[in-house]
């Protein structure tokens, strides 16, 4: 496959890699039980977005980027592509990083269960997948990015046809004020 047939599914792959990251950051990381003796259980989960709600926000912003990908040409797409890649680090840091705010959320939502008596403990704290699902996403995104820096230059830009024509009056901006001025029209 050539550079120039990557666009295309690069760009594709980059709004999907934002969206999942969305996706999977609003997915339960973590879930547990709250009950005991007289009152009923109550099952948690709690979400990246709970945890860690910068992920869901970065994965937004891959969103946009992948646009601004579309929008860009020569050295702007490349400054884009960089940025692509500071958010992909970024996910995958925060993720790597979310055990300790995780179990803060678990903790706050286990104290905001209306099973919650204080005198029972919550089950046992389960680990769900979506965490590390939220982290490929995160790799993927800064893979992706490396791609839009590697190639950016041999990548086709939007069309200059629907561009304003660019400057065929040999009048400056002063001339048509004076033109105005002296009661001429100066589109003629």
Not at 99 to 126: K, M, Q, R, Y
Not at 141 to 160: K, Y
Request: glycine residues 14%.
């Amino acid at each position: 496959m050539t550079p120039r047939r990557l666009y295309g599914p690069v760009v594709l792959a980059t709004l999907a890699a934002g969206g999942a990251v969305v996706l999977t950051s609003g997915r339960p990381w973590a879930r547990t039980t709250v009950g005991g003796a007289g009152v009923p259980d109550d099952a948690l989960g709690v979400t990246g977005t709970q945890a860690v709600p910068l992920v869901a926000a970065l994965g937004v912003v891959v969103v946009t980027a992948a646009l601004g990908v579309l929008a860009t040409r020569g050295l702007g797409r490349r400054i884009v592509g960089g940025l692509v890649i500071a958010l992909g680090l970024g996910i995958v840091l925060l993720v790597a990083t979310a055990a300790e705010p995780l179990a803060s959320a678990v903790d706050d939502a286990v104290a905001a269960s209306p099973s919650f008596t204080g005198a029972n403990d919550p089950g046992e704290v389960e680990r769900t997948a979506w965490r590390w699902v939220t982290l490929l996403c995160g790799v993927a995104v800064a893979a992706l990015g490396v791609v839009v820096v590697r190639f950016a230059s041999t990548w086709p830009g939007l069309s200059g046809r629907y561009e304003a024509p660019r400057g065929t009056r040999e009048d400056t901006d002063d001339d048509i004020w004076k033109a105005l001025d002296d009661g001429r029209d100066p589109t003629e």
